[in-house]
């Protein structure tokens, strides 16, 4: 099939009308498959945790194409306006895994070597069984590129890491009346939640910009009153972005030294430190044929030079990465600042180009292995 711009929005627009928050991905991940044999991939499969795949080719080098099919929960009605494609994963990142499906299509009838793994994972969004789940298959590849939104001219080489925290403060309980003389379990949570903000702040904020300091964010809190009188049980949930320097083991002691040292502070306040999902920081080398190859690619298709960016989140290629030791980087369309919104499009002309670079950035790797 020759490139055909109608078939790229058609794929993406009925992907985003298929809603697939993390962990309801059934549905686009069948689709996906039915798509794949439809459009004769050489091979096509599911794994046992909902992974899609689709392959080209044969022999070596492989390259690994990989984009996540879950999204954030809420639905945006999709439509069209203008050169605008709005709904949930316009931009994280159905628009990414859209144009690498697209890309391999289009490169079936050119590859002559080398084969082609396109991976549409699950729960990326979550805590990464689908990329725990492709590592577990060991699917074997030489290079690899994770779609997300970067930007049409930028390529993604480095995130940081995050822990997942829980941290249960317990204090008495008494009357209300008595609140001058007894602990409050939230009180003494949000005073050690300042602790912590404090504490990064002061020690881990780097004068080099957010990507290399330690930054906590207070995602959710929840109490209990056990006899419903002054507030006894205080949970928080802290998602905590971690630079490169600081590993999930050290930012683990650092926040296990602070919640031990305010539980000592305080007479008769009970802490508990729970971690509930961890992922390490990620920099890719910068030097590999990957990255060469989706510069030239950009600069081709756009006539701008490419930039390399850090990100603040976190990604697949964190896992994937730390895992296996190839040329490795992440690229797709799309403002990453629409991402999670409530006002998520992709601009079509971007997604187009994006499938374009993805095109020759495959050829080129090829041509350079």
Request: net charge positive; aromatic share 8%; proline share 4%.
């Given at each position: ?104 299509l289009n490169l079936k009838p ?81 005073e050690l939640w300042s602790r ?50 600081i590993s999930c083991q050290k ?119």
């Amino acid at each position: 099939m020759a490139y055909n711009q109608r078939y790229s929005i058609d794929l993406l627009k009925k992907m985003l009308e298929i809603y697939s928050p993390s962990g309801k991905e059934k549905k686009l991940a069948s689709f996906l498959l039915s798509e794949f044999k439809k459009i004769d991939f050489k091979r096509a499969w599911m794994d046992k945790a909902g992974n899609v795949y689709g392959e080209i080719g044969s022999e070596s080098p492989t390259i690994l194409l990989c984009g996540h099919m879950d999204t954030v929960p809420g639905w945006i009605p999709v439509k069209i306006e203008g050169e605008k494609l709005f709904g949930r994963g316009a931009v994280d990142a159905k628009s990414s895994l859209a144009a690498m499906i697209a890309a391999t299509l289009n490169l079936k009838p050119e590859i002559s070597k080398g084969r082609i793994i396109v991976a549409c994972v699950v729960d990326e969004e979550g805590k990464g069984r689908g990329i725990r789940q492709l590592i577990r298959e060991n699917i074997s590849a030489d290079y690899a590129i994770f779609g997300e939104p970067s930007g049409i001219r930028n390529i993604t080489f480095a995130y940081k890491g995050h822990l997942k925290l829980k941290i249960t403060c317990r204090t008495v309980t008494g009357h209300v009346g008595a609140q001058h003389i007894l602990p409050n379990a939230i009180e003494k949570s949000f005073e050690l939640w300042s602790r912590l903000k404090n504490v990064c702040e002061q020690k881990y904020k780097s004068p080099f910009g957010i990507f290399y300091s330690l930054t906590p964010t207070l995602i959710g809190i929840s109490s209990r009153r056990t006899t419903g009188s002054i507030p006894d049980i205080c949970t928080l949930s802290i998602d905590l972005r971690l630079p490169p320097t600081i590993s999930c083991q050290k930012a683990i002691k650092i926040t296990s030294n602070l919640v031990e040292e305010f539980h000592e502070k305080n007479y008769g306040l009970t802490t508990n430190l729970k971690v509930t999902g961890k992922v390490e920081p990620y920099i890719a080398k910068r030097d590999t044929i990957v990255i060469r190859a989706l510069k030239e690619a950009i600069f081709e298709e756009t006539g701008e030079e490419a930039r390399l960016l850090r990100k603040t989140g976190t990604g697949d290629m964190n896992i994937f990465g730390a895992h296996f030791k190839i040329p490795i980087a992440t690229y797709g369309p799309g403002n990453s600042s629409l991402s999670h919104t409530p006002n998520e499009y992709i601009n079509i002309k971007e997604y187009l180009t994006s499938i374009k670079i993805y095109e020759k950035a495959v050829k080129k790797i090829l041509e350079l292995s």
